[in-house]
T-cell receptor, first 112, second 115 residues
Framework: GESVGLHLPTLSVQEGDNSIINCAYS??????FIWYKQESGKGPQFIID?????DKRQGQRVTVLLNKTVKHLSLQIAATQPGDSAVYFC???????????FGAGTRLFVKA | EAEVAQSPRYKITEKSQAVAFWCDPI?????LYWYRQILGQGPELLVQ????????DSQLPKDRFSAERLKGVDSTLKIQPAELGDSAMYLC?????????????FGPGTRLTVT
């Protein structure tokens, strides 16, 4: 079936470096994508979203890139901080649909 | 800042027992979601409400799970009887509406352990 997945289950970066978290999706009908951050013991927290008519969107220290040709989504975190340590999920919504499908997640470790 | 409230935060129950979780969404949010999250995986939608109506419960194991949102505000998710495989985090989320995808706000979750 259709699914959203992630290339790497864990990512370890040095504090101050940039982080890149990748996500592959398989549903070509998806037109809205979201990144969530989940800290231990908490629910997911919205980070940034992007619609399929865009290929890049920037927020505060975060950038999401969308490549519809290869069905790939990435989250870039600039100047990674210890507080960025968490599990990051990409999620997708199909055009005209309201159901959000989450991927399995990538755990980001930030080394001081 | 408004938050989604859930209770209890933790629940330990024996298999075959009944268990219930409660969620209070952010005021004014018409859409409410219940997700199940197994450790190491992403949340999986169990049921979605628009006001008091169910709009998607295709992944809800209806032989043992039930959910209601009688007045279109708070919601209860029930499991009866609980099975060992039900051990997971149960997350509630809310959003403004279902007219197109909206940012979902999640509660802290209820961690269920079935023994």
């Amino acid at each position: 079936g259709e699914s959203v997945g992630l290339h790497l289950p864990t990512l370890s970066v040095q504090e101050g470096d940039n982080s890149i978290i990748n996500c592959a999706y398989s549903n070509s009908a998806s037109d809205y994508f979201i990144w969530y951050k989940q800290e231990s013991g908490k629910g997911p927290q919205f980070i940034i979203d992007i619609r399929s008519n865009m290929d890049k969107r920037q927020g505060q220290r975060v950038t999401v890139l969308l490549n519809k040709t290869v069905k790939h989504l990435s989250l870039q975190i600039a100047a990674t901080q210890p507080g960025d340590s968490a599990v990051y999920f990409c999620a997708e919504n199909e055009a005209g649909g309201f159901k959000t499908i989450f991927g399995a997640g990538t755990r980001l470790f930030v080394k001081a | 800042e408004a938050e989604v409230a859930q209770s209890p935060r933790y629940k330990i129950t024996e298999k075959s027992q009944a268990v219930a979780f409660w969620c209070d969404p952010i005021s004014g949010h018409a859409t409410l979601y219940w997700y199940r999250q197994i450790l190491g995986q992403g949340p999986e939608l169990l049921v979605q409400f628009q006001d008091e109506s169910v709009v998607d419960d295709s992944q809800l194991p209806k032989d043992r799970f039930s959910a209601e949102r009688l007045k279109g505000v708070d919601s209860t998710l029930k499991i009866q009887p609980a099975e060992l495989g039900d051990s997971a985090m149960y997350l509630c989320a809310s959003s403004l509406g279902d007219r197109g995808p909206y940012e979902q706000y999640f509660g802290p979750g209820t961690r269920l352990t079935v023994t």
